[in-house]
């Protein structure tokens, strides 16, 4: 990390992003002009679901060999949606962890080269902070406010201070929700992301019928477990297969009552959070899993009830994007940091570095 010349508050800047820490490749341009709210210029994702689609997951190898093949043309393609060229860039940011390690290299790499040619100033920037200064970039929400970040590989409460202060109030000890909706979906026999199968299918469900745990809502604190309520899905399902059969009837009655139970739990350690935080300006809500509209009105009714603002960023800049990443290098850059091309790509990086980091290892990257 080094030092530059603050850009300054009122100095007009574009800034390129990439993100590659799982398995999307992203590119986009953000530019900030004095007085107006953030403009994304340009936003490319280009997934890989259908080159894990036979895995049940995502496989880390697969995954770095598609973002080395495919970062150069996202960038090209934000830079043509933006109608900008290289020359009109002020900095790039790029995610630098945590993540899979050969994914986050890739960008980091791809990043280092853009710098290298082109004499810009390069940002390495937290993922994890990345969702959670998207409510400034989506808002233009005022520090402090609580931010539940709850994804595939991660799930934390943050204090959000600053651009680089972060205060964590809980999180999961293992299973992150989205890790275990998409194991959920697959002791049902569901498709992949599990989230939105999951979801579909508990439409057709009775969440009622079967009596899930609400797991460590009989301990005091913001920490969060998920792998015990996956473990009771697959009790419960074992219970109802008939010739190795189950009813579709079964089927979305466990799912809507695991979802059920997941958004239970969340909604009642966000009520802990929020009496936790102290003063703030609101609660956001980013990540994959902030796309479940049972979770979301959960939350929703929980701020109603506590006077709190509630933010949930549209769906696009809820999962991984790189307009996140470029709005979290530009707050870095007016802080008046950059980085060199000692740079280097971390599968963990804790945003609170005051606390112990997160246990365990996600199958969307390593928890922080």
């Known amino acids: 990390m080094s030092k530059a010349i603050s850009p300054g508050p009122d100095r007009p800047l574009t800034v390129l992003g990439i993100e590659s820490s799982c398995d999307d490749t992203a590119a986009a341009i953000v530019r900030d002009l004095p007085g107006q709210m953030p ?16 895995f049940g997951g995502v496989v880390p190898e697969i995954a770095a060999r598609a973002h080395a093949e495919k970062l150069d043309f996202a960038v090209e393609q934000a830079l043509i949606d933006a109608g900008c060229t290289l020359s009109d860039l002020d900095a790039i940011a790029v995610t630098a962890g945590p993540g899979l390690i050969g994914g986050v290299l890739s960008g980091v790499m791809c990043a280092k080269g853009l710098a290298a040619a082109t004499g810009l100033p390069i940002i390495g920037v937290n993922h994890l902070a990345g969702h959670a200064l998207t409510p400034r970039l989506t808002d233009g929400l005022e520090f402090p406010y609580l931010m539940l970040l709850v994804s595939g590989g991660h799930c934390q409460f943050l204090r959000v201070e600053g ?16 890790e275990a909706f998409d194991k959920a979906a697959r002791l049902l026999g569901l498709g992949q992301p599990g989230g939105p199968a999951i979801e579909a299918e508990a439409l057709q469900g009775d969440a009622t019928r079967f009596a899930f745990p609400r797991p460590l809502l009989d301990r005091p604190g913001c920490d969060l477990s998920f792998s015990g309520l996956k473990t009771a899905l697959m009790r419960a399902r074992d219970q109802h297969v008939d010739g190795g059969v189950i009813t579709s009837q079964d089927r979305a009655d466990l799912a809507a009552g695991f979802q059920a139970a997941v958004a239970d739990v969340l909604v009642e350690k966000s009520r802990r959070a929020l009496a936790e935080s102290g003063e703030i300006n609101g609660f956001a809500v980013a990540g994959g899993v902030a796309a479940n509209a049972l979770l979301r009105s959960g939350l929703e009714a929980l701020c109603q009830s506590t006077g709190i603002r509630f933010l949930a960023p549209p769906l696009a800049l809820c999962t991984d994007n790189a307009a996140m990443i470029a709005w979290a290098g530009m707050e870095r850059f007016r802080f008046g940091e950059t980085d060199d091309m000692a740079l280097s790509a971390r ?21 922080a």
């Open 39 to 54: 403009q994304i210029l340009s936003s490319v994702v280009a997934g890989q679901a259908e080159l894990h689609a036979a």
């Open 163 to 178: 651009p680089l202060s972060f205060r964590r109030l809980g999180g999961t000890i293992d299973d992150a929700p989205g």
């Open 347 to 367: 599968p963990r990086w804790p945003l609170d570095t005051s606390q112990p980091a997160m246990l365990g290892h996600g199958k969307k990257g390593a928890k």
